[in-house]
């Protein structure tokens, strides 16, 4: 058995973690930091962007894909899986946001996942950890 991909990322914002979370619990923000097409596919069970919000994500020309959240602890942590057509296997996000010295906030995000082929995993990894490091520059709470 493979060992799982993990994707490790931290950027930090000079908005505070409650600036923060507002703008990464919304799912129509994201797109910036996927580069991809993001749409709601439902809101939460108790609040908007709360636990089982669902995103659809397109991202170029593969086919999308649902995530829905499954934590949500107000300016503090957002986690998710993939729940819908994705070819990655136990795929799942972490982001966790911490106050920082200056008043803004530090997020520690991390990715986990497999893939059915062999070296796929690690050419994602690779690929996600660019994209998001980018990506998390274009977000501005």
């Known amino acids: 058995m493979t060992t799982p991909q993990r994707v490790h990322v931290t950027h930090t914002f000079t908005s505070d973690p409650a600036t923060v979370f507002a703008k990464l619990s919304e799912h129509e923000n994201l797109a910036p930091v996927f580069a991809a097409k993001i749409t709601r596919v439902r809101d939460g069970d108790t609040s908007r962007n709360g636990v089982g919000s669902t995103r659809r994500l397109k991202i170029g020309p593969l086919p999308a894909f649902e995530e829905t959240t499954t934590t949500s602890e107000p300016d503090t942590l ?9 070819p990655l296997r136990g795929h ?3 982001q966790r946001l911490s106050p920082t010295p200056t008043g803004g906030t530090l997020l520690d995000y991390t990715i986990g996942f497999d893939a059915p082929v062999p070296g796929a995993a690690a050419v ?18």
């Open 124 to 141: 994602v990894g690779r690929i996600l950890t660019g994209a998001i490091s980018k990506g998390l520059g274009k977000l501005t709470p």
């Open 78 to 86: 957002i986690e998710y899986r993939i729940t819908k057509g994705s």
């Open 92 to 94: 799942w996000g972490v």
